[in-house]
């Protein structure tokens, strides 16, 4: 079964807007990884967060992350037209356990 | 430095033939990873070497599916008798790991296998 849930599976917003993406995991972890693909290619690395902390930001993007809830968050502001992409988040669980991933279309 | 690479980039092959895709990580990286994506969906973990250690297998859909890493570097994911479901991109990924480490995935483009 995967370890990570992304919800929703699918997101539609106008350039400008805000998006979110949410995570779910089920064991333990040392980290969770958010990684964007575009056009169902190789996925890009975007941020990392460890257990021992609570918010990253890196850019335009914000991650949280709640090991209480097993659940992390991902936040892009002011989107734009290029944020289109699939987004996965990932836990390390020995190996690195994907999601099914969010599809974020961001209309121009 | 080069990032990982593919080969091929697209396969077309008829039903029952075998195939093999080709995956060079980034150098000196210790673990590989092989997944699976049909459209529209997640990445399937295939199997995943690290090290000297034996492959965690545990990923491969069928004994159709084999791979092998030569000298700790260039792998190689075959597909014995090709089915139409085994249409997919397999994209490999490889990584430092290592205690302390935290184990960021860089993966290649990926090859897109049709079988008709």
């Known amino acids: 079964s995967q370890q990570g849930e992304e919800d929703p599976q699918a997101l539609s917003i106008q350039e400008g807007e805000n998006a979110t993406m949410n995570c779910s995991y089920k064991?333990?972890?040392?980290?969770l990884q958010w990684y964007r693909q575009n056009s169902g290619r190789g996925l890009v690395h975007l941020i990392l967060?460890?257990?021992?902390?609570r918010e990253k930001h890196s850019g335009r993007l914000r991650v949280t992350l709640d090991t209480s809830k097993k659940s992390s968050s991902l936040l892009i502001t002011a989107s734009r037209a290029a944020d289109t992409a699939s987004y996965f988040c990932?836990?390390?669980?020995?190996?690195?356990?994907f999601g099914q991933g969010t599809t974020l279309q961001v209309k121009p | 430095g080069a990032g990982v690479s593919q080969s091929p980039s697209n396969k077309v092959t008829e039903k029952g033939k075998d195939v093999e895709l080709r995956c060079d990580p980034i150098?000196?990286?210790?673990?590989l990873y092989w997944y699976r994506q049909s459209l529209g969906q997640g990445l399937e973990f295939l199997i995943y070497?690290?090290?000297?250690?034996?492959?965690?297998k545990s990923g491969l859909p069928s004994d159709r599916f084999s791979a092998e890493r030569t000298g700790g570097s260039v792998s190689t994911l075959t597909i014995q008798r090709t089915q139409q479901e085994d249409s997919a991109v397999y994209l490999c990924?490889?990584?430092?790991?290592?205690?302390?480490?935290?184990?960021?995935?860089?993966f290649g483009p990926g090859t897109r296998l049709t079988v008709l």
């Open positions: 990924a490889s990584t430092r790991e290592g205690e302390g480490r935290d184990n960021e995935q860089f």
């Open positions: 150098s000196g990286h210790t673990a």
């Open positions: 967060i460890r257990s021992n902390e």
């Open positions: 990932a836990t390390p669980t020995g190996k690195l356990i």
């Open positions: 070497f690290q090290g000297n250690s034996a492959p965690d």
């Open positions: 064991t333990s972890i040392n980290n």
